[in-house]
C-alpha cells in the first residue's frame, strides 16, 4: 500500500514535444505529491508539487494533473528541451505524523533529442 | 539561504571496513534530516529519519546505522560494509515538524570492493 508506481522506466522525446510520465498510488492517506528532477552524479531537486484539493498545477512548461478518483498524477513537459534531459521521480507522503517521509516511484529516464 | 553538504563525494571501501558518511544543513534550526540509498542510478529507499537530536528511526533493517549528534549534522556509519551497500547515498532535510519538502544534497558514492 506505500508503493507509488512509476511509467515508463524510459522516454524519448523530440526536441519542442510533449512528456509525459505517470504515477499511481494505492494508499489513499498521501496527501502530498511532488516530482523531482536528478542530473547524473547529482541529488535530486524538487520540480514541482501538489496537493490532492486541486486538478492541475502548472509551472512554467511543467505541469501536474492530479485524479484523486484513480489515485493516478502525471508529469507533463511541454515543449521539452535537451536540457530537461534527466531521471524523473514522482513521491508521495502522507501528513501529520509521518514527518516528511516520502516515498518514491522507481524513475523515468527522459531523453529529448535535439 | 540554506545549503546541505555531504562528504565525501566519493568513496571506495573494501569488505569488511567500516564507513562514516556525513551530512550538515545550514540556514536553518531544528531540520528534519533523512538518508536515502540510490542503487544504479534509479529509486531511492529511505534509510533513516531524524526529527532532533539523537532521535533516529530505521526504517530498514541492514548494515548500517545514523547518528545525530548535533542540530544540523546527521551521520551515516557502518561497522564492516558488505558488498551489498554500494550505492549512492543521498542526505536531504526537511523544515521541522510535519513540513513535506524535501532538500537533496550532493549525495555520496560509496563502491565497496
Known amino acids: 500500500q506505500q508503493q507509488v508506481k512509476q511509467s515508463p522506466q524510459s522516454l524519448i522525446v523530440q526536441k519542442g514535444g510533449i512528456s509525459i510520465i505517470n504515477c499511481a498510488y494505492e494508499n489513499t492517506a498521501f496527501d502530498y505529491f511532488p516530482w523531482y528532477q536528478q542530473f547524473p552524479g547529482k541529488g535530486p531537486a524538487l520540480l514541482i508539487a501538489?496537493?490532492?484539493?486541486?486538478s492541475e498545477k502548472k509551472e512554467g512548461r511543467f505541469t501536474i494533473s492530479f485524479n484523486k478518483s484513480a489515485k493516478q498524477f502525471s508529469l507533463h513537459i511541454m515543449d521539452s528541451q535537451p536540457g530537461d534531459s534527466a531521471t524523473y521521480f514522482c513521491a508521495a507522503s502522507i501528513g501529520g505524523t509521518s514527518y516528511g517521509k516520502l516515498t518514491f516511484g522507481q524513475g523515468t529516464i527522459l531523453t529529448v533529442h535535439p | 539561504s540554506q545549503t546541505i553538504h555531504q562528504w565525501p563525494a566519493t568513496l571506495v571501501q573494501p569488505v569488511g571496513s567500516p564507513l562514516s558518511l556525513e551530512c550538515t544543513v545550514e540556514?536553518?534550526?531544528?531540520?528534519?534530516l533523512y538518508w536515502y540509498r540510490q542503487a544504479a542510478g534509479r529509486g531511492l529507499q529511505l534509510l533513516f529519519y531524524?526529527?532532533?537530536?539523537?532521535?533516529i528511526s530505521s526504517e530498514v533493517p541492514q548494515n548500517l546505522s545514523a547518528s545525530r549528534p548535533q542540530d544540523r549534522q546527521f551521520i551515516l556509519s557502518s561497522k564492516k560494509l558488505l558488498l551489498s551497500d554500494s550505492g549512492f547515498y543521498l542526505c536531504?532535510?526537511?523544515?521541522?515538524?510535519?513540513?513535506?519538502?524535501?532538500?537533496f544534497g550532493p549525495g555520496t558514492r560509496l563502491l565497496v570492493l
Open positions: 531524524s526529527i532532533g537530536i539523537g532521535q
Open positions: 536531504a532535510w526537511s523544515r521541522g515538524g510535519v513540513q513535506e519538502t524535501q532538500y
Open positions: 501538489i496537493r490532492p484539493d486541486v
Open positions: 540556514g536553518t534550526s531544528n531540520p528534519n
